[in-house]
């Protein structure tokens, strides 16, 4: 690498002319062409042309989005790091951090679900153990087409084994999770991949790059072809080529990330790294534009270095890259010798690739020629940024109860709700996954959040992902806000404080205005539930362009959200734990029956306005909730939500064995009280002589309380219209996930 080289412009290593097929193929518009011309002064050599297509587009650069993101509150007392790093972290006392982020690799997993899915865990483990945390927790919100679609069964299969065969492997225990079923995902699933670690709260790890002349190490394992345009694919809609799209997906190595997870966790323990950044999206070249462009310094790279694990591969190639299980770091120079022993002893690549400069240019030379010479800063922190036209969302006018008739059998109707694709149990799904390693987890799937212990002092952590994307389609801003309201009620319902959230938000062509308004509208509601519960945004993730042949999904901005118990022993569960104890009705009774799951599934009929969601209700029911908890007055809680009243009574039921008999209901027509989907509500379960306890407390809050009923039998008992066994509703309940699975494609 020679100073003459460097004095002269880049060489194409490739004799491909720059023409405007491909710089549209690289997924850049005409205009933005333009802008990299008058950046450079010249045309871009193919390698150039490679690192602007992949920092530019929507997954590196959220182009589109920033704007409206930066309106999101990021800030509170306890967080210490919000959106811009590789993940978010919150302090929960005795210096200790939670690390957490939820990621998408949705294109990736429709064209290749195993691999797919494999590597969108790998990525967002990554993300948290870069910090310095070790991951302790990860969670998934899947959304799959419609169960008769012919892709349907390849995919749940192909996703979930790929979870589980990357997850299994590390050591990390999944939790939680959502899997629904619609139509408008036929062409375009999504997988959002979460994940938590926990850290020293005085010892994290960031990517800003610091001090000049100091060596650029890649570590981990060898790069391959594999994952070339991935970043770029993730930003551009399917048509009719997916299936040549497969080439840009990943392959994923869990065994060899468990390596580096350690190698990491003793270079922190050693002091050695001084900045670090994980090799995901764009590989190699977001790695180093990012720490450089975020530490104001220059980076050089050198690619005769970089392990790889292919012959003759090109710089374009290189810098291109999704290969996994990689990470880039600053090193301590007087901690070398260290680091280079510690990434031996796991059997690591250990690479010095290059060096920061103090020029703020992005230098990359292959073979002693300059190939690429680039404004660090335009490409990370100044890229493109767009105010999309957006139009104000069609909005569903509110359905009236007295328009939506009753059941012809109430037990039938139950029945088909609770076996439905989105309700039925997803057991089938979570006993692949191993939900108990590591020894931390105090409650397993099939609850309203998972529960982590933290050993060191009796606390918890909970978790919850939550997205009721029929909603958000419906009223896009009182849909982001019911994501955000959900979320906090899950974690409430265990007796956790909510602390925080991550946000995953997917959605279709933003350059469609009535897409923008959506994401827009969705934004806002989000942003608003956020500042009133006191729940900051600390990381998240922005999935555009998930449309096929312009059928855009239904727009599904996924919360993921942690909460903090004090002590795990308190935490409350859905199931029933003794006979006799009384049912309560915690928020009144529901009359809002637009969007329900009722409407759909049993009257067939998707429409209506979502139910409201009044914020100052949620926040306050929400602590009522957790002092019951707190105070030992109840360990048995369950958030309505979908289904209504009479699915989350079915599901206390199921989870316990034991059944229950409701004989307070409004007068009138029973369905309404039964299915409402109305927010801000808990069903309890307390033992009688704290009856008056509660009601007392609820009415000195003004929050509505009344008993409703009794845990008792082996029966459900609803008003006077359902009567049903409780092991007849588990067999409904687990049926329906197993025999779709098991049946002939």
């Given at each position: 690498m020679?100073?003459?080289?460097?004095?002269?412009?880049?060489?194409?290593?490739?004799?491909?002319e720059?023409?405007?097929?491909l710089v549209?193929?690289?997924g850049?518009?005409?205009?933005?062409?333009?802008?990299?011309?008058?950046?450079?002064g010249?045309?871009?050599t193919?390698?150039e042309?490679?690192i602007?297509?992949?920092?530019?587009?929507?997954?590196?650069s959220?182009k589109?989005?920033?704007k409206?993101?930066?309106?999101?509150?990021?800030e509170?007392?306890?967080?210490?790091q919000?959106?811009?790093?590789?993940?978010?972290a919150i302090?929960?006392?005795?210096?200790?951090a939670?690390?957490?982020?939820m990621?998408s690799?949705?294109?990736?997993?429709?064209?290749?679900p195993?691999?797919?899915?494999?590597?969108?865990?790998?990525?967002i483990l990554r993300?948290?153990?870069t910090?310095?945390?070790?991951?302790i927790?990860?969670a998934?919100?899947l959304?799959?087409?419609?169960p008769e679609?012919?892709k349907?069964?390849h995919l749940?299969?192909g996703?979930?084994a790929?979870?589980?065969?990357?997850?299994n492997?590390?050591?990390?225990?999944t939790?939680?999770?959502?899997?629904?079923?619609?139509?408008r995902?036929d062409?375009?699933?999504l997988?959002?991949?979460?994940a938590?670690?926990?850290?020293?709260a005085d010892?994290i790890?960031?990517?800003?790059?610091k001090?000049?002349?100091?060596p650029?190490?890649?570590?981990?394992?060898?790069?391959?072809?594999?994952?070339?345009?991935?970043?770029?694919m993730?930003s551009?809609e399917f048509?009719e080529?997916?299936?040549?799209?497969?080439?840009?997906?990943q392959v994923g190595?869990?065994?060899?990330?468990?390596?580096?997870?350690e190698?990491?966790?003793?270079l922190f323990?050693?002091?050695?790294?001084?900045?670090?950044q994980d090799m995901g999206?764009?590989?190699?070249?977001?790695s180093?534009?990012?720490?450089?462009?975020?530490g104001n310094?220059?980076?050089?790279l050198?690619?005769?270095?970089?392990p790889q694990?292919?012959e003759?591969?090109?710089?374009?190639?290189m810098?291109l890259?999704?290969?996994?299980e990689?990470?880039?770091?600053?090193?301590?120079?007087?901690k070398r010798k260290?680091a280079?022993?510690?990434l031996?002893k796991?059997?690591?690549?250990?690479?010095?690739v290059?060096?920061?400069?103090?020029?703020?240019?992005f230098?990359?030379?292959?073979?002693?020629?300059?190939?690429?010479?680039?404004?660090i800063?335009?490409?990370?922190d100044?890229?493109p940024?767009?105010?999309?036209p957006?139009v104000e969302p069609?909005v569903q006018?509110?359905?009236?109860p007295?328009?939506?008739?009753?059941?012809a059998?109430?037990n039938?109707?139950?029945l088909?709700?609770?076996?439905c694709?989105?309700?039925?149990?997803k057991r089938?799904?979570y006993e692949?996954?191993?939900?108990?390693?590591?020894?931390n987890?105090?409650?397993i799937?099939?609850g309203d959040?998972?529960?982590?212990?933290?050993?060191?002092?009796?606390?918890?952590i909970?978790i919850?992902?939550?997205?009721t994307p029929r909603?958000?389609?419906?009223?896009?801003f009182?849909?982001?806000?019911?994501?955000?309201?959900e979320?906090?009620r899950?974690?409430?319902?265990?007796?956790?404080?909510?602390?925080?959230i991550t946000d995953?938000?997917?959605f279709?062509?933003p350059?469609r205005p009535?897409?923008?308004?959506?994401?827009?509208?969705?934004?806002?509601?989000?942003?608003?539930?956020c500042?009133?519960?006191?729940?900051?945004?600390?990381?998240?993730?922005?999935?555009?362009?998930n449309?096929?042949?312009?059928?855009?999904i239904l727009p599904t901005p996924?919360v993921?959200g942690v909460?903090?118990l004090?002590?795990w022993r308190q935490?409350?569960?859905?199931?029933?734990?003794?006979?006799g104890?009384?049912l309560?009705?915690i928020?009144?009774?529901g009359?809002?029956?637009g969007?329900s799951?009722f409407?759909?599934?049993?009257?067939?009929?998707?429409?209506?306005?979502?139910p409201?969601v009044?914020?100052?209700r949620?926040?306050?029911?929400?602590?009522?909730i957790?002092?019951?908890i707190?105070?030992?007055?109840?360990d048995?809680?369950?958030d309505?939500s979908?289904g209504?009243?009479a699915?989350a009574v079915?599901?206390m039921?199921m989870?316990?064995?034991l059944?229950?008999?409701?004989d307070?209901l409004?007068?009138?027509?029973p369905?309404?009280?039964?299915f409402?989907?109305?927010?801000a509500?808990?069903?309890?379960?307390?033992?009688?002589e704290?009856l008056?306890?509660?009601?007392?407390?609820?009415?000195?809050?003004?929050?509505?309380?009344a008993?409703?009923?009794?845990?008792e039998?082996?029966r459900l008992?609803l008003?006077?219209?359902i009567?049903?066994?409780?092991?007849?509703l588990k067999?409904?309940?687990?049926?329906?996930?197993?025999?779709?699975?098991?049946?002939e494609?």
């Amino acid at each position: 690498m020679s100073e003459n080289a460097a004095s002269n412009a880049p060489v194409n290593e490739i004799d491909i002319e720059i023409t405007p097929e491909l710089v549209a193929e690289h997924g850049l518009k005409p205009e933005e062409y333009e802008k990299i011309l008058e950046l450079l002064g010249r045309e871009p050599t193919f390698t150039e042309l490679g690192i602007f297509s992949a920092m530019w587009n929507e997954h590196c650069s959220y182009k589109s989005s920033k704007k409206w993101l930066r309106t999101l509150p990021t800030e509170a007392p306890w967080v210490i790091q919000g959106p811009g790093e590789n993940a978010g972290a919150i302090d929960i006392g005795d210096n200790q951090a939670i690390v957490f982020k939820m990621e998408s690799h949705n294109h990736p997993s429709y064209i290749e679900p195993y691999q797919g899915a494999a590597t969108g865990v790998g990525g967002i483990l990554r993300d948290v153990f870069t910090m310095g945390a070790r991951p302790i927790a990860a969670a998934n919100s899947l959304r799959f087409g419609s169960p008769e679609h012919w892709k349907t069964r390849h995919l749940v299969s192909g996703v979930v084994a790929g979870i589980a065969g990357y997850g299994n492997c590390f050591g990390v225990p999944t939790v939680c999770g959502e899997v629904n079923f619609h139509a408008r995902y036929d062409g375009n699933i999504l997988v959002n991949a979460f994940a938590a670690g926990l850290a020293q709260a005085d010892r994290i790890f960031y990517s800003k790059a610091k001090g000049v002349g100091l060596p650029v190490v890649y570590i981990g394992a060898k790069t391959g072809r594999d994952g070339i345009h991935g970043a770029t694919m993730a930003s551009a809609e399917f048509g009719e080529d997916v299936e040549e799209k497969r080439p840009t997906v990943q392959v994923g190595d869990p065994f060899t990330e468990k390596c580096l997870l350690e190698a990491c966790m003793e270079l922190f323990e050693n002091d050695c790294v001084i900045a670090i950044q994980d090799m995901g999206a764009a590989g190699l070249t977001s790695s180093a534009v990012e720490m450089g462009a975020k530490g104001n310094l220059g980076i050089e790279l050198n690619l005769d270095a970089v392990p790889q694990r292919e012959e003759g591969m090109t710089a374009y190639e290189m810098m291109l890259s999704e290969s996994q299980e990689r990470m880039l770091l600053i090193l301590k120079p007087e901690k070398r010798k260290l680091a280079e022993q510690i990434l031996r002893k796991w059997e690591l690549d250990f690479s010095i690739v290059g060096k920061t400069t103090d020029n703020l240019r992005f230098k990359v030379f292959h073979k002693g020629r300059l190939v690429a010479d680039l404004p660090i800063k335009e490409l990370g922190d100044q890229a493109p940024e767009y105010d999309r036209p957006w139009v104000e969302p069609k909005v569903q006018p509110p359905l009236k109860p007295e328009d939506v008739p009753a059941p012809a059998d109430y037990n039938d109707a139950l029945l088909r709700m609770i076996s439905c694709p989105d309700l039925c149990s997803k057991r089938w799904v979570y006993e692949q996954y191993d939900y108990l390693v590591q020894a931390n987890t105090a409650q397993i799937p099939g609850g309203d959040a998972a529960v982590m212990r933290v050993h060191e002092n009796g606390k918890a952590i909970a978790i919850s992902c939550d997205v009721t994307p029929r909603y958000v389609e419906a009223d896009p801003f009182e849909g982001g806000k019911q994501a955000v309201a959900e979320c906090y009620r899950n974690l409430s319902a265990v007796g956790a404080e909510p602390k925080a959230i991550t946000d995953n938000l997917n959605f279709g062509n933003p350059e469609r205005p009535e897409i923008m308004g959506q994401f827009v509208r969705a934004v806002q509601g989000l942003g608003e539930a956020c500042r009133v519960l006191d729940f900051p945004v600390v990381s998240g993730n922005v999935s555009l362009y998930n449309e096929t042949n312009g059928r855009a999904i239904l727009p599904t901005p996924t919360v993921a959200g942690v909460g903090v118990l004090p002590d795990w022993r308190q935490m409350a569960t859905i199931a029933f734990k003794r006979e006799g104890d009384i049912l309560m009705l915690i928020g009144g009774h529901g009359t809002q029956l637009g969007q329900s799951i009722f409407l759909r599934e049993v009257l067939g009929r998707e429409e209506g306005a979502p139910p409201p969601v009044d914020l100052a209700r949620e926040k306050k029911h929400g602590a009522f909730i957790r002092r019951l908890i707190r105070d030992g007055v109840t360990d048995t809680v369950h958030d309505i939500s979908d289904g209504g009243l009479a699915v989350a009574v079915a599901e206390m039921a199921m989870a316990s064995g034991l059944g229950a008999s409701v004989d307070t209901l409004p007068p009138g027509s029973p369905h309404v009280a039964l299915f409402a989907e109305d927010q801000a509500r808990y069903v309890i379960a307390i033992a009688p002589e704290r009856l008056e306890q509660v009601m007392m407390a609820a009415a000195e809050k003004d929050i509505p309380a009344a008993p409703i009923g009794r845990v008792e039998g082996d029966r459900l008992k609803l008003g006077e219209v359902i009567d049903l066994s409780v092991a007849e509703l588990k067999e409904a309940h687990e049926r329906w996930l197993p025999e779709y699975m098991e049946a002939e494609l």
